[in-house]
């Protein structure tokens, strides 16, 4: 069975990747980074269905990465207000 | 202009290749989750993920709260230079609203924790939800947590982290680290996920927090 939520990770993937590599503003490059693990994560577990349930390990591994990339995020942005500071 | 056409092209390029790829992939078969499935009796929760969360794969767990401690330090050492007043004044609207919003937020906060041993829940969701409310009451009061020492904060944001590693030393007496002892995983697992909640919760709050709270 060919699902679409596989493909659509896909191309959140591939554009985000785009937006990272195009933009010239900070916020734009970690909201692109943001975009991108989106569309990893919904690969991981749409391409980990069976039998309409998920898989235990990969759903896990996904949470991990969800409260992995909130750190980012938040680390991040502070890194971003401190440069942008730092040039004015 | 034509360097970004250019890019435009490999990009739907890769992304055809990806498609081609996934779609002639074969079926995915789940080997690690039947082990899971297999060893659930063992783990002391009943629920498949909250299994591999905190036991099978409890380091990964570890780890992960260490990051988002990192992060926290990471954050209060860039942040105290561009901190800025937050615009608050008492006010009987928000007094109700968080009067009445804050008691939900605990219970259904402590709800998903209980919940996690048995299905989709446990401490990172609960932790989510009470560190909104954490934020909203902030910021309808500014002044209320402004009292709390800098140290006793540093130490509830570390206490989750902390009791994990005591438990992981403790559990090197008689077997690997953080393999728990049959008879005790249940009752370990709900307290490493309740000292997980609050402090996950206060990190998580504190994230926010340090932005906009005032110096004093």
């Known amino acids: ?88 | 202009m034509l360097y970004k056409g250019v890019l435009w092209c490999m990009a739907a390029l890769f992304l055809g290749m990806l498609f081609f790829m996934v779609a002639t992939m074969p079926p995915f078969s789940p080997k690690l989750d039947t082990l899971v499935q297999a060893d659930l009796a063992m783990s002391g929760v009943s629920h498949d993920v909250t299994a591999v969360l905190l036991n099978f794969r409890a380091l990964d767990t570890l780890l992960e709260v260490g990051v988002v401690l990192l992060a926290l330090m990471g954050i209060q050492v860039v942040s105290p230079h561009f901190r800025y007043k937050p615009y608050t004044e008492a006010n009987t609207i928000t007094d109700i609203y968080i009067a009445i919003l804050l008691p939900v937020i605990i219970l259904s906060a402590l709800y998903l924790l209980l919940a996690g041993s048995y299905k989709s829940g446990g401490a990172f969701v609960a932790s989510a939800l009470l560190a909104g409310g954490i934020i909203i009451l902030k910021l309808t009061k500014p002044k209320l947590f402004v009292s709390l020492e800098k140290l006793h904060l540093r130490f509830l944001s570390a206490l989750g982290l902390l009791f994990f590693v005591g438990i992981g030393v403790l559990t090197l007496i008689e077997g690997l680290f953080l393999q728990y002892p049959l008879s005790y995983a249940s009752t370990l697992i709900l307290m490493i996920e309740t000292l997980l909640m609050f402090s996950l919760a206060i990190i998580l709050a504190s994230f926010f927090i340090n932005a906009v709270q005032d110096l004093e």
Do not use: C, W
């Not at chain 1, 554009?15 to 943001?34: M, R």
């Not at chain 1, 909130?70 to 971003?80: C, D």
């Open chain 1, 1 to 88: 069975m060919l699902s679409l939520y596989p493909f659509v990770g896909l191309a959140l993937f591939v554009l985000g990747l785009l937006g990272f590599i195009l933009k010239e503003s900070l916020v734009h490059k970690l909201i692109s980074l943001n975009i991108f693990l989106s569309g990893i994560f919904l690969f991981l577990v749409s391409q980990s269905l069976s039998y309409e349930k998920a898989d235990s390990v990969a759903t896990a591994l996904v949470l991990t990465g969800l409260v992995v990339t909130l750190g980012v995020s938040a680390f991040g942005l502070m890194l971003i207000r401190a440069s942008y500071g730092a040039k004015r």
